[in-house]
């Protein structure tokens, strides 16, 4: 049986297809986000079906999650986030009890029981202190790939020190920094200190070993180490991180068929 | 009259009432179609909010949305107003208990801007008078005696102090440098008894030095002896022990209400109106007897439906047990769109729920009911009683609902979640809910979307 | 052994006269609010407080009840079951049951102290250390030159944040009262005056529950009654409110200090920052600037 799922986020919207016989994935893809969210997700979709060579008639069941999924008026169902990002996680390292994800736009805290089932879950998703626009707005103003900022932060000595909890209010902070002769590698590992921070503080004494990792910001080096200093204990990337929510869709999919 | 029990919204409560009213529905005085708080009051939120169908509870709103002209009419007709301030349920036994006196609650203002929309101003006007969104929703409670267009000025304003979230104690201070002057009392901090110290069970599986009892007894004498200046009539024991009866009679009835909605097995009542009916435990809506009569009248309907097997929610709803009152009555609304209902609360004053001793000093008693108010005491005392009621309703989670600005939701929360947690193992989380949660919806929905799945995934195991 | 207070309004001769040594949490080198990662609405002095207690091995802790954040704040350290701490219930009111309930503490701080080692007191040497104990008075203000003079007030200064001083001064004011909670308000408690028939014991818990001057008294009619002739004797041209996000108390008085005196005030609120923020310090040099 062939499921798929499809995360439609803030920033971009991913998708999967997962065969429930082999327990695997047999397409994966993801596109920039936009205004016209179902047409996009539906465009993804196809291209999917003819990387896996699969016709539409041979999906069982298309899980829409994120924070454009009830925009996906195609998909059969709707699942949040939290559940498949949990359900993503567990298939993939099913020993894993904290998982962390952390997106464009937000961050979670989700506590696993045995067997993958939500225990807990704690959502930022009213400040972007602690989500990858923070980064965005770095990359932005140093005028560099976000993928580059990581090669920066490699090279930090003595990570600066970011007090400000507002993004807006950082970017002044961090643009003093500068000025001041901070070397660029030090700001922007602080600037990964201070998203590990605030995360860490949404999980308050939540965290259970071992900690997994996803979401598009596991993608870039150094955010694992920040948060593995701010929690104190290990940090585990999940692999293909940024499509753990379109898998636990699928899977979802799967369950319900 | 007695039609299955749906939602409806205030467009179907027109037509509804039409039919009930043709078919020789009897109301009390304040009765009417709903729609009148909209064009005459400006309650622009009950546009968004859907309530139950029943008579039952058309009088409980009509009850609670106009208390503010039934304060005006008392004063009116030379009554004294005690206006009660933090202390949740023990002074306005007291006051009810002399004639011709009404208590009420200034601090329920706090749903003024989201029952007008904010149309009122007053947020903005309690920022002109230096407290800001920082603090909690009370602060409209400023304005709103500075305006006086919502209730009137009382004659007498009772705060208690001291184990009191510091929000509420600042805003109050506030008011009282506004020339509004206050009488303060005193509430110690509720512990556990040491070892050998003397020591008082209190309602609620509670336990306070006798020490601490006697604080709180000897404060009540001294705010019993105000209240009787107020009404120029002493506050005796006999007076005092006929309210407690009084105040009893409503007691018993939202328990039996609790009982009967909390623990059926499909909700007979929505969540909305049981919020609505246990805000009437605190001091009666201003009217003990109709008080009384209004929750008489939900409890049979309530009754009924369950005999009937009646639902007013979704029999396969989540049965969530929920931790605070909200500042935007929609989120009780949102909770039953995301496939929950719920099955226990504690909206922050369950000792006004529980039974009056009648069988000592009648001071004492009430000594022993507002030790024994779970704001007082250590969050986890809070956390055993909400363990124990999430056994009887048999809650599958629980949610604890932030109200923004007020410091005690800081810590209390993670002890209330670990601990249920730890001795019931369902899923517990926090969310906030601001006055007017429009904008949050989406969010909220997340959250409690996301804790119905985790609930119903746990069923199928 | 020390113990830590978390109030001025816990009288320190009552710790020593247990044969231990009292510490304001403030001026320990390890308390830093601003170090910490705070949750939602947790006031980052409680926070450095709870942390600092789960983390103190070898002294005794005295929380207080005079804010919501310290009083559940000793709650998160009681379920960690990391330090030796005692809630203190200081009261708001100065009603008759009020300080029974102040004197009641006392006697229960008491059996607290000796379980963690110190001796009950002797009522002779009490006497003595009461009578005997220095009573620092207030500072006489300092020839201001050109500066501009400016009061203090708020939560305690504590040493990472004592920098604040120095930055007013920098900014060409001079800091001529300082009634923050560690300040003159607790220091400057004078010596007590047995009263006929009172015991050494009587005489501490009188005089310290009428020494208290605080934002969270009901009604706090003390503190402006304690800061008004010293604002004005002073010649203090405004006032520098410190405290740290979470603080209601205080923030809530912002308005009511500028009704009352009609002096401007600047509230310098702490998110979490240890020393002072360049934020902070911008503020402060624009309000000295308004009032020179």
């Known amino acids: 049986m062939i499921c798929a799922g499809i995360d439609a986020g803030s920033r971009a919207i991913k998708a999967v297809l997962f065969d429930s016989g082999r327990r695997e994935m047999v397409a994966s893809g993801l596109a920039d986000q936009g205004v016209e969210q179902e047409r996009l997700a539906s465009e993804l979709f196809e291209k999917l079906l003819q990387q896996a060579g699969v016709t539409r008639s041979e999906v069982s069941a298309i899980v829409a999650t994120g924070y454009g999924r009830n925009a996906i008026r195609f998909a059969d169902t709707t699942v949040t986030e939290i559940t498949c990002h949990a359900r993503g996680v567990h298939h993939v390292v099913p020993e894993a009890r904290t998982v962390i994800e952390i997106g464009g736009q937000d961050s979670k805290v989700i506590c696993l029981e045995d067997g993958g089932r939500v225990r807990d879950f704690a959502m930022n998703d009213r400040c972007a202190a602690g989500t990858g626009r923070f980064l965005e707005m770095v990359a932005t103003r140093l005028n560099m790939g976000w993928d580059k900022l990581s090669d920066l932060a490699r090279q930090s000595k003595k990570p600066a020190l970011i007090s400000n909890m507002c993004v807006v209010f950082a970017e002044t902070e961090i643009i003093g920094l500068l000025a001041e002769g901070k070397p660029l590698p030090d700001v922007v590992a602080g600037v990964q200190n201070a998203i590990a921070t605030r995360v860490a503080a949404l999980a308050g004494r939540s965290i259970a070993p071992p900690v997994s990792f996803t979401g598009g910001v596991a993608l870039q080096p150094g955010m694992a180490r920040a948060l593995q200093e701010a929690l104190s204990c290990p940090v585990h990337i999940v692999p293909k991180p940024q499509f753990t929510g379109a898998l636990g869709a699928a899977l979802s999919g799967c369950r319900t068929t | 009259m007695n039609a299955a029990p749906r939602q409806l919204t205030l467009e179907q409560w027109d037509e509804h009432y039409a039919q009930l009213r043709a078919a020789g529905l009897r109301e009390a005085a304040y009765g009417g179609p709903l729609r009148r708080h909209v064009d005459r009051e400006r309650d622009f939120r009950l546009q968004e909010l859907r309530f139950d169908n029943s008579p039952a509870a058309l009088r409980l709103w009509n009850f609670l949305l106009t208390e503010n002209e039934r304060l005006r009419e008392a004063r009116h007709r030379g009554a004294k107003l005690v206006g009660t301030m933090k202390d949740l349920g023990t002074v306005p036994v007291m006051a009810y208990s002399l004639p011709k006196v009404l208590a009420f609650y200034p601090d329920g203002a706090w749903w003024t801007p989201c029952l007008m929309e904010c149309s009122d101003k007053l947020q903005q006007q309690a920022d002109a008078m230096g407290i800001d969104a920082s603090f909690c929703p009370v602060r409209a409670m400023l304005p709103a005696f500075q305006n006086g267009e919502h209730f009137p000025r009382p004659d007498l304003l009772v705060c208690s102090t001291g184990a009191v979230c510091d929000d509420f104690s600042a805003i109050a201070q506030r008011l009282e440098h506004l020339g509004y002057p206050v009488f303060w009392w005193e509430m110690p901090r509720r512990r556990a008894p040491s070892p050998g110290e003397a020591a008082c069970v209190l309602p609620g599986n509670l336990a306070a030095p006798r020490f601490q009892v006697e604080c709180v007894r000897s404060e009540l004498e001294r705010v019993g002896r105000a209240l009787g200046e107020v009404a120029d009539v002493d506050l005796q024991d006999a007076r005092l022990a006929e309210g407690i009866r009084a105040a009893n009679k409503v007691r018993s009835l939202l328990q039996a209400l609790r009982e009967t909605v909390y623990t059926s097995s499909a909700a007979p009542l929505p969540a909305m109106e049981m919020l609505v009916a246990e805000m009437l435990a605190i001091h009666f809506c201003s009217d003990r007897e109709e008080a009384t009569a209004v929750l008489a009248e939900l409890l049979a309907t309530a009754r009924a439906r369950t005999e009937a097997n009646a639902a007013a929610v979704d029999p396969s709803a989540a049965r969530v047990y929920w931790v605070n009152p909200v500042a935007d009555l929609r989120a009780m609304n949102l909770l039953e769109d995301c496939g929950g209902r719920i099955c226990g609360s504690d909206f922050m004053f369950s000792h006004a729920l529980d039974l009056i001793p009648e069988d000592m000093p009648p001071l004492e008693a009430l000594a022993l009911i507002a030790l024994a108010d779970p704001m007082v005491g250590p969050a986890g005392d809070r956390a055993g009683r909400i363990v124990r009621e999430c056994r009887a309703g048999r809650a599958e989670a629980v949610v604890v609902s932030r109200i923004p600005g007020a410091s005690h939701c800081a810590r209390e929360g993670e002890i209330i979640r670990r601990t249920v947690h730890e001795q019931l193992g369902i899923p517990a989380i926090e969310l906030e809910v601001p006055s007017v949660c429009d904008a949050m919806l989406p969010t909220l929905a997340s959250r409690l979307q996301a804790l119905v799945e985790t609930v119903k995934s746990g069923r199928t195991r | ?292």
């Open chain 3, 1 to 292: 052994m020390r113990v830590w207070l978390t109030s001025p309004w816990i009288p320190p001769d009552w710790v020593k006269a247990h044969g231990l040594e009292p510490c304001g949490i403030w001026s320990a080198p390890e308390f830093q609010p601003g170090a910490h990662a705070l949750a939602a609405g947790v006031c980052p002095f409680a926070e450095a407080v709870v942390r600092f207690a789960e983390n103190e091995r070898d002294g005794l802790f005295v929380f207080c009840t005079s804010c919501d954040q310290l009083r559940r704040g000793s709650e998160a350290v009681g379920l960690s079951g990391q330090a030796r701490s005692f809630l203190f219930n200081i009261p708001a009111t100065r009603t008759p049951a009020a300080r029974k309930l102040y004197a009641a503490e006392l006697k229960r701080l008491s059996s607290f102290l000796v379980a963690g080692g110190g001796v009950a007191p002797e009522p002779a040497r009490l006497l003595d250390s009461l009578m005997f104990r220095e009573a620092q008075s207030e500072p006489k203000p300092a020839p201001a030159g050109n500066r501009v003079l400016v009061a203090i007030v708020g939560v305690p200064l504590d040493r990472s944040h004592r920098g604040l001083v120095e930055a007013i001064e920098a900014a060409g004011a001079a800091v001529v009262l300082d009634g923050t909670e560690n300040g003159e308000r607790a220091q400057c408690v004078g010596r007590p005056a047995p009263a006929l028939g009172e015991d050494a014991f009587d005489t501490l818990s009188r005089h310290w529950f009428e020494s208290i001057v605080d934002v969270f008294q009901r009604p706090n009619r003390p503190l402006y009654e304690w800061l008004e002739p010293r604002l004005r004797e002073r010649r203090a041209r405004g006032i520098l409110l410190w405290c740290y996000t979470g603080c209601d108390l205080w923030r809530a008085e912002a308005q009511t200090l500028r009704e009352t005196f009609g002096l401007p005030v600047l509230l310098l609120e702490n998110s979490g920052s240890t020393g002072v923020s360049q934020r902070d310090l911008n503020r402060v040099q624009a309000f000295v600037e308004t009032l020179g």
